[in-house]
């Protein structure tokens, strides 16, 4: 054979089987161990330092979940199940992952308002599923898609509840009457008035103000409506010039504002500076040392020993005592076991605080 021909047909020979290598071989990487947990995020929900994107974990959840990747899981769950599916699922999650419950309620309103949808409206079927889980957030989110839609707002605020009128309920009317109102306080106190006992309207109010303070920030039509000239004027604005009746509520869900508004999630010492800023509210003190004990609890139920030492840093005994009781409330709110608040008193480290812990509880003074 010619030298010539025979190193063109060698060449064809080896591109053959160097093609052959290539198809069958499998040039993907090893796959590397993947972390099937991650440290919960500081207080709001930020990635822990130094870390990227959360990488899934063996269950295909992520390590750390945000709100947007929780959210968009329970809604898939809830459109190929049922709202009972993803509220479970939610409950599960916030009691494996304490850091979720700082975006659990907004989700749970998501929810509800999905399943009013759902459900064209027949509210006692989107209420037959268990809906305490995130202090009833799936209730509130229902109740204000209902107004929303309502040809009868007004009269239908008394009608939805009926004939149980439990608090959540009303409590998620009260969220529901600052969708109807667009926000006017004046308006909403007006038609929380409707509710036949002072301790229904005191429970509306709650709702109003929890609204107004801690409004969904993701839905432009919930934006917090505080003006800033009054706000300059009156840090506790609108708390001061409301009735007796309803000021109780509006300085107890204040700090949600005072916190949101000075980034608590990259300034956690804003914890203790709330409780300073408390020392201000007139009247209204002990009600707000009780929110700023609330919202600490509820944005660290993963550190639940130093939310605690944010009460301590209390001006006297009586804020210390009443921001310890905020802590208790929250707490037993989103834990409603059997001994939730036994368990919580046991894990504080401060003796001050501890002590106050088991009192709120209406348990015995020490842990002997």
């Avoid at 004046?186 to 303070?213: D, N």
């Avoid at 609890?297 to 993963?302: A, E, S």
């Amino acid at each position: 054979m010619q030298p010539r021909l025979f190193a063109i047909i060698t060449a064809v020979l080896l591109g053959a089987l160097g093609l052959g290598a290539v198809a069958v071989t499998d040039w993907a990487p090893a796959s590397s161990p993947v972390a099937s947990s991650a440290a919960p995020p500081a207080a709001g929900g930020a990635q822990p330092s130094g870390s990227g994107s959360a990488q899934p974990s063996s269950t295909a959840d992520p390590a750390v979940w945000t709100r947007s990747t929780l959210r968009n899981k329970l809604m898939s769950e809830m459109e190929k199940a049922d709202p009972g599916v993803a509220l479970a699922d939610l409950d599960k999650t916030t009691k494996e992952k304490p850091y979720t419950v700082r975006f659990c309620h907004p989700i749970a309103h998501e929810l509800g308002h999905a399943a009013v949808q759902r459900y064209k409206q027949d509210f006692q079927k989107v209420i037959s599923f268990p809906h305490e889980t995130c202090a009833a957030g799936y209730l509130h989110g229902a109740v204000e898609e209902m107004l929303a839609n309502s040809k009868d707002p007004q009269g239908d605020i008394l009608k939805l509840c009926a004939p149980a009128n439990k608090g959540p309920c009303i409590h998620g009317v009260g969220h529901g009457i600052m969708f109807v109102t667009k926000q006017d306080i004046p308006q909403a106190r007006e038609l929380c008035k409707k509710f036949p006992t002072q301790h229904q309207q005191i429970t509306c109010s709650e709702g109003v103000f929890m609204q107004l303070f801690a409004p969904d920030e993701e839905d432009e039509k919930a934006k917090a409506n505080l003006p800033a000239d009054k706000l300059a004027a009156d840090p506790f604005y609108p708390c001061s010039e409301q009735p007796s009746l309803f000021q109780s509520a509006c300085y107890f869900y204040a700090p949600t504002f005072y916190l949101s508004s000075h980034d608590y999630a990259n300034h956690p010492e804003v914890f203790a500076e709330a409780l300073k800023w408390c020392q201000g509210a007139g009247g209204g003190r002990t009600d707000c040392a009780h929110g700023v004990g609330s919202r600490t609890m509820k944005y660290n139920l993963d550190r639940v020993d130093w939310a605690a030492q944010q009460c301590a840093t209390g001006k006297d005994a009586t804020q210390r005592k009443d921001c310890t009781a905020g802590l208790v409330s929250y707490y037993t709110v989103n834990y409603t076991e059997s001994g939730a608040a036994a368990r919580l008193c046991s894990q504080l480290t401060n003796k001050e605080i501890q002590g106050y812990c088991r009192n709120s509880a209406g348990l015995a003074s020490t842990l002997d």
